[in-house]
């Protein structure tokens, strides 16, 4: 069985294709695959293109080493230029404004699962178990005196005198 591990990933628009740069362990040479992408249109869930791709008998061995994430990435800016987007445009929605200040009401369903498993890897990157070797329990942290507060209209309202 030969052992693939993948070094550059991108797309090809014309025809619309994953292009794959990946090493051959075995015999330590470096090779180039074409996979295309085929029914795809502006309007495909790329989630799910990107599954069906890297699940696909003839695609499946290469691109285990390629994160799913990655792999949908690729298949919005080619869902993006079939929508007439630039590449620069598409990169720039993928990254969103800031998402602190993004109103997650009014995103897709599909958009909203994607910035919710964004946050979930996140969370884990940061997240501290008990077996860590910076672990703390109980972490107390006291803020400055000089740090920005902020301040709400009902802290400054003093009609909750007549309680």
């Not at 069906?52 to 080619?78: D, F, I």
Request: some cysteine; charged content about 35%; aromatic content about 6%.
């Amino acid at each position: 069985m030969m052992s693939i591990k993948a070094k550059q990933c991108g797309i090809k628009f014309n025809p619309p294709s994953i292009i794959l740069i990946y090493e051959n362990e075995d015999r330590r040479n470096i090779r180039k695959r074409v996979i295309p992408v085929r029914n795809f249109s502006q309007y495909s869930d790329c989630s799910r293109a990107a599954e069906r791709l890297k699940h696909h008998v003839r695609h499946s061995l290469y691109l285990e080493s390629v994160p799913l994430a990655q792999l949908e990435r690729l298949h919005m800016v080619l869902r993006d230029h079939l929508r007439g987007l630039s590449v620069e445009e598409s990169l720039a929605a993928q990254r969103g404004s800031d998402l602190h200040e993004e109103d997650l009401n009014k995103l897709s369903d599909e958009e909203l699962n994607r910035r919710k498993a964004q946050m979930d890897v996140l969370f884990e990157r940061n997240r501290r178990h008990k077996n860590d070797p910076d672990f703390v329990y109980d972490l107390e942290v006291e803020f400055p005196e000089r740090s920005v507060r902020e301040t709400c209209s009902w802290d400054e309202d003093q009609s909750d005198e007549g309680f």
